[in-house]
């Protein structure tokens, strides 16, 4: 019987798991708070930085609104709010790492880290893609289809609703490459029959961008053509994992069970 390689954690008891957990949810909503609180003092400033790509499109003369009496206040205060979620997305899966981790195969780990360093770039990628390509697009877009004699002035708080879902929805978009590598790594799906469905990929792809988008041909293809093309790098490194694999030794052969509850 080969000698493992790995020793398994020493079992925990269910408390203790809970204990744990409430940790590292603790340092979560801490990480935040702080983050949050040296966020504040430029809330305004915030505001003014991603409203800009809308603003730069207004009509001469013209400003954004604030039909609330507390709107002034409360978007900027709602906007640092989700700065400071987003800021601390690596703390909050450092904890998360921490707490699964243990219960994890060593050939898992060697994959799940980078997998979660990716995850957290290329959520940033795509909201920098929305801020610096898409909006410019959208807001000139709009501008332009403005019917005479009506006055451009949009609400800050339903813009900042509006810029906050596309952000979600370019951020979770360009998370494409590591769901693609997750499916191929666990064997849900194999690389020859993704490839096979490449055309509906490339279909599905231009229906999200023309939901997403303005109707117009070029923003539709700016957004579905990346999205395309992170597709294919998932194949890519799920093709070059299953390769590897297929050539080296298990490593965790001897490896026991992780950890488990009694």
């Not at 790995?6 to 809970?18: G, I, K, R, T, Y």
């Not at 709107?71 to 989700?82: H, R, V």
């Not at 050939?107 to 957290?120: D, Y």
């Not at 898409?134 to 709009?142: A, N, R, T, W």
Request: charged fraction near 15%; proline fraction near 8%.
């Amino acid at each position: 019987m080969s000698e493992s390689k790995a020793e398994p954690d020493a079992e925990m008891p269910l408390v203790a798991h809970l204990t744990e957990l409430r940790s590292r949810l603790l340092r979560c909503v801490i990480a935040i708070f702080i983050v949050f609180a040296g966020l504040f003092y430029f809330a305004q400033d915030i505001y003014t930085i991603v409203s800009a790509p809308l603003r730069a499109y207004l009509p001469e003369g013209a400003t954004m609104i604030a039909t609330g009496v507390a709107s002034p206040f409360l978007t900027p205060f709602k906007l640092t709010a989700w700065c400071a979620l987003f800021l601390a997305i690596p703390i909050i899966l450092h904890q998360v790492w921490g707490f699964i981790a243990p219960g994890l195969y060593k050939h898992e780990k060697r994959i799940a880290m980078p997998l979660l360093v990716s995850s957290i770039l290329l959520f940033y990628g795509g909201m920098a893609f929305a801020y610096f390509l898409v909006f410019p697009l959208i807001f000139h877009f709009f501008a332009s289809v403005t019917p005479e004699g009506v006055a451009m002035m949009t609400d800050i708080n339903e813009y900042l609703d509006f810029v906050l879902t596309l952000f979600f929805a370019f951020g979770v978009a360009f998370e494409i490459p590591v769901a693609t590598f997750l499916v191929i790594w666990v064997g849900v799906v194999d690389i020859a029959t993704l490839k096979k469905s490449r055309p509906y990929v490339i279909v599905g792809c231009f229906v999200v961008g023309m939901i997403l988008t303005p109707p117009d041909i070029f923003s539709q293809t700016l957004l579905a053509v990346p999205m395309w093309m992170l597709f294919e790098v998932g194949l890519l490194f799920g093709g070059l994992v299953r390769k590897r694999s297929e050539h080296e030794p298990d490593d965790d052969a001897g490896d026991q069970p992780p950890a488990t509850l009694p």
